[in-house]
Nanobody
């Protein structure tokens, strides 16, 4: 499975961005997908996750501001981020969980929120 993230950029506080993740390869083995982020000088953290059954979970810090979704026809995943805050500044990574505890990561996309 290969994952390609895109959509990062510079945005002012209060603005919106939509991140995209394109999946290719043996995508039939994917059981869940999600977005992680790594703020400057901080650890990796889960932002949002969606299972094949459509169940979602979000980090408390983004609840109500972010929406994760999947398009199984396009083999893509999205993260709509609204009301962005400077503390949302991070490198965002696309992630997929495969069968047999397989783990797949895309390259990061940088989101910078200016105050």
């Amino acid at each position: 499975v290969q994952l390609q993230a895109s959509g990062g950029g510079l945005v002012q506080a209060g603005g919106s961005l939509r991140l995209s993740c394109a999946a290719s390869g043996d995508i039939s083995t994917i059981e869940a997908m999600g977005w992680y982020r790594q703020p400057p000088g901080k650890q990796h953290e889960l932002v949002a996750r969606v299972t094949n059954k459509g169940s979602t979970n979000y980090a408390d810090s983004v609840k109500g501001r972010c929406t994760i979704s999947r398009d199984n026809v396009k083999n893509a995943m999205y993260l709509q981020m609204n009301s962005l805050k400077p503390e949302d500044t991070a490198v965002y990574y696309c992630h997929a969980e495969g069968s047999g505890l397989a783990d797949y990561w895309g390259q990061g996309t940088l989101v910078t929120v200016s105050s």
